[in-house]
């Protein structure tokens, strides 16, 4: 099946810094997602984007599906961004999602 | 606009006890996935179903079992429940060959 790695695993950040989260995936995807998981468990579907990029007040998202790779921008990040961020892709249609690792990230004031 | 539906959001269980977890899609949405996330962990696919029929099935337990029912609301059954079953439980619902959106998941604990 679709190989989905996520980088950083981890990340340390100080409030307002800015940091690229990035996603490769080793096959052709009918669409990829970003969440944020919180600390009570939720996924939070930041973007839904299977190609180009996508903007979300201090979030964005690009997507190069030609190269197969996708990365998610934070700027200024703030300790609310805390938390656990999937990259997971929908090979085609009716078929399962394949989520990565994750990036566990932690904003300290 | 109406989200994925999951009920209960938290269930605390003993070993060996069965449980029951439930999916409403969002309407109109005729695919069911349920996912597991275990502790620490990227959630893992379990089954899903389209048009009532079971479509795909990842690592499901022989102990889990699952069913679409005719409004398209989706059950997953649990029996015999091991202490490695406490994980959160995510449904997501698509329509054709849409996006699948997430429930908020269901927390199961088992004691």
């Known amino acids: 099946g679709i190989q989905v790695e996520q980088s950083p695993p981890d990340l340390i950040l100080q409030e307002g810094a800015n940091s690229t989260l990035r996603c490769n995936f080793s096959?052709?995807?009918?669409?990829l997602q970003w969440f944020h998981q919180n600390p009570w468990g939720q996924l939070i579907n930041l973007f839904y984007i299977p190609s180009g990029t996508k903007q979300n007040g201090r979030l964005s998202a690009t997507t190069v599906a030609t190269e197969r790779y996708s990365l998610l921008y934070i700027s200024s990040s703030q300790t609310t961004d805390s938390g656990v961020y999937f990259c997971a892709v929908e090979p085609g249609g009716y078929q399962k999602v394949t989520f990565g690792i994750g990036t566990k990230l932690q904003v300290i004031p | 606009a109406a989200g994925v539906i999951q009920s209960p959001r938290h269930l605390i269980k003993e070993k060996r006890e069965t449980a029951t977890l439930k999916c409403y899609p969002i309407p109109r949405h005729d695919t069911v996935y349920w996912y597991q996330q275990g502790p620490g962990q990227d959630p893992q696919f379990l089954i899903s179903?389209?048009?009532?029929?079971?479509?795909d099935k990842g690592s499901i337990p022989d102990r889990f079992s699952a069913q679409q029912f005719s409004d398209y609301h989706s059950e997953l059954n649990m029996s015999s429940l091991e202490l490695g079953d406490s994980a959160l439980y995510f449904c997501?619902?698509?329509?054709?060959?849409?996006?699948?959106?997430f429930g908020p998941g269901t927390r199961l604990t088992v004691l």
């Open positions: 997501a619902s698509s329509s054709a060959v849409g996006t699948q959106y």
């Open positions: 179903f389209y048009e009532k029929m079971q479509s």
């Open positions: 096959d052709s995807v009918n669409n």
